[in-house]
């Protein structure tokens, strides 16, 4: 069975930094791209960032030049380095990755139960 697990959130002021990680375990063969995704009260869940198991990546607009996203393929695990933190980032983030397990043929969609970020002004 295959998991990912979110960590690193939490509250800080605006200004701010955090750094959430996602671990995927489990009886994983390979895994694909992975990516960051958000969902404020209200809103509906939108794509923050994206990384390929070459390591390119793809922000959104809205976090440009603030967020970083990177992996360690060794250890199943990917990150967002996020700055200069803004009230508007307050959200739940949730790790995404296109994992083949052990027992598979092709890759599946999966998703981590999510972390909060919450950014006082």
């Known amino acids: 069975q295959v998991q990912l697990v979110e960590s690193g959130g939490g509250l800080v002021q605006a200004g701010g930094s955090l750094r959430l990680s996602c671990v995927a375990s489990?009886?994983?063969?390979?895994?694909?791209?992975m990516a960051w995704y958000r969902q404020a009260p209200g809103k509906q869940r939108e794509l923050v960032a994206t990384i390929t198991s070459g390591g390119s990546t793809n922000y959104a607009d809205s976090i440009k030049g603030r967020f970083t996203i990177s992996r360690d393929n060794a250890k199943n695990t990917m990150y967002l380095q996020m700055n200069s933190l803004k009230p508007e980032d307050t959200a739940v983030y949730y790790c995404q990755a296109d994992i083949r397990p052990l027992s598979g043929l092709r890759y599946y969609d999966y998703w981590g139960q999510g972390t909060q970020v919450t950014v006082s002004s």
């Open positions: 489990g009886t994983i063969f390979s895994i694909d791209a």
